[in-house]
């Protein structure tokens, strides 16, 4: 008799213990979407199209915890159904439709994130307000039709109107074919479609950034081959670091090339003066010509008349300083020229960064999701398919595909940065006022 007592007693404790552990999944499940909800309410940085999917699945998230697994717990503990037929068709209608609302809302993030990376032009001309809210409400519509019929309309075809632990998973569970198309429309093809679209994401920014990299090699060639240009040239590159003091430039070099012509054909003149005409004429060519091949090495020019030394000279500086002026607007052009591109490539490839950083996030989401999900699904299409698999099995199962809605509020903030920010930032609202209403009331 004692040792019945004894194992009574410790199945009772075991009990308790299970349905305290149920009730905190519960409350974690419903606090974590509330604050889900709240950041959400609160900083205007989550107003993004991807943010509002979020927000669906949080609010499905939450009636999950708030509804669907505080009245399963009796259950749970006592293997009975104590709420009557009614109650529990309403409750597996919204079980199952809180359910598969996450999975196609996770599937809406990822066409989104797609359509986002892929086509950019057509997603910002298509994808606004009212749309992310006609899609909003078509998942939860088509969660709803998708299990509703099996849920209320097969009883009528069915004698046995019993209530059992078996019965409150719903009656679409004694039909094979429509328990077939309702995981098929459930998982199924939900599963397919991310896959596919994962792989074209991650394809899509592989492809992104090699033409990136290929660019950016051509460019530092192109910068690379200019400089050898640009040493090799009339004016070097330190003779043009500074734009603004170009136009000095020129003109403090045509000014010191012009005093020194000057002096040298003052100096020529003086010297032939003592001369006759014709020595004279020799001597200043010969001068002049010498001062050329000194100054201006890099203009080609052979006179075939007899000019003067002076307007030789001058018309030389002026052609120097002609070649001079188109070199400098040529490197001018080209240096804005590569200033447009490499603002341009950094443009590209912050925006392959953030991609990147979404499309991981992404992955994260559907990973964790598919962990949670996969074996409900398979469980529930072989109890269908009369396959025996064990009542603990299947118990451990439905509760996994729950504790993704537990999970969710905190892999949110691990993924992306801005609901840590905004977790935080409620964090201090909250902390800001429960001070101030103490101060308030202390007084």
């Known amino acids: 008799m004692t040792i019945i007592n004894t194992s009574n007693s410790s199945s009772i404790i075991i009990l308790i213990l299970i349905g305290i552990c149920l009730s905190l999944i519960a409350l974690i499940t419903a606090l974590g979407n509330i604050i889900v909800l709240l950041a959400f309410y609160c900083d205007k940085n989550l107003r993004t199209i991807n943010d509002y999917f979020i927000l669906n699945m949080a609010i499905a998230d939450f009636l999950v915890g708030s509804f669907c697994i505080p009245f399963y717990i009796p259950f749970s503990i006592t293997q009975l159904w104590p709420f009557g037929s009614l109650f529990c068709k309403i409750w597996v209608t919204i079980d199952d439709v809180a359910t598969m609302t996450s999975v196609l809302n996770i599937v809406a993030i990822s066409i989104n994130r797609y359509w986002s990376i892929a086509y950019p032009i057509s997603y910002r001309k298509y994808v606004k307000q009212h749309f992310v809210y006609l899609v909003m409400g078509a998942i939860w519509c088509f969660s709803f039709i998708n299990f509703a019929p099996g849920i209320w309309l097969l009883s009528l075809f069915n004698n046995n109107n019993n209530i059992t632990r078996s019965d409150c998973s719903g009656d679409y569970n004694r039909s094979f074919v429509y328990m077939l198309i309702a995981q098929f429309n459930y998982f199924i093809w939900p599963f397919i479609v991310l896959c596919v679209l994962n792989m074209l994401i991650m394809l899509n920014l592989w492809k992104r950034s090699r033409k ?67 020595d004279s004429k020799e001597t200043c060519k010969s001068l002049s010509m010498s001062y050329l091949s000194r100054k201006c090495a890099n203009v080609n020019f052979s006179p075939s008349y007899d000019y003067r030394s002076d307007s030789l000279i001058d018309y030389r500086i002026e052609s120097e300083t002609k070649i001079s002026r188109s070199i400098i607007n040529e490197l001018r052009s080209q240096n804005h020229l590569n200033n447009k591109k490499y603002k341009r490539y950094r443009q590209c490839d912050s925006r392959i960064i953030r991609d990147r950083k979404a499309a991981r996030s992404l992955f994260i989401l559907v990973i964790v999701f598919l962990i949670f999900l996969f074996p409900y699904v398979i469980c529930a299409i072989a109890i269908t398919a009369d396959v025996n698999i064990s009542g603990i099995i299947f118990e451990i199962s439905f509760w996994l595909l729950w504790l993704n809605s537990t999970c969710n509020p905190f892999l949110y903030p691990f993924i992306q940065i801005k609901y840590r920010r905004a977790y935080l930032k409620l964090y201090q609202s909250c902390l800001k006022y429960f001070t101030f209403s103490r101060s308030n009331h202390s007084f």
């Open 212 to 278: 990136m990299n290929r660019l950016m090699s051509f460019n530092q060639y192109a910068k690379h081959r200019e400089r050898n240009i640009g040493s090799s040239s009339l004016v070097t590159s330190k003779d043009i670091e500074d734009d603004q003091h170009l136009p000095s430039l020129i003109s403090s070099y045509s000014i010191i090339i012009q005093k020194q012509s000057s002096t040298i054909t003052n100096s020529s003149v003086n010297r032939c003066y003592y001369r006759n005409k014709k």
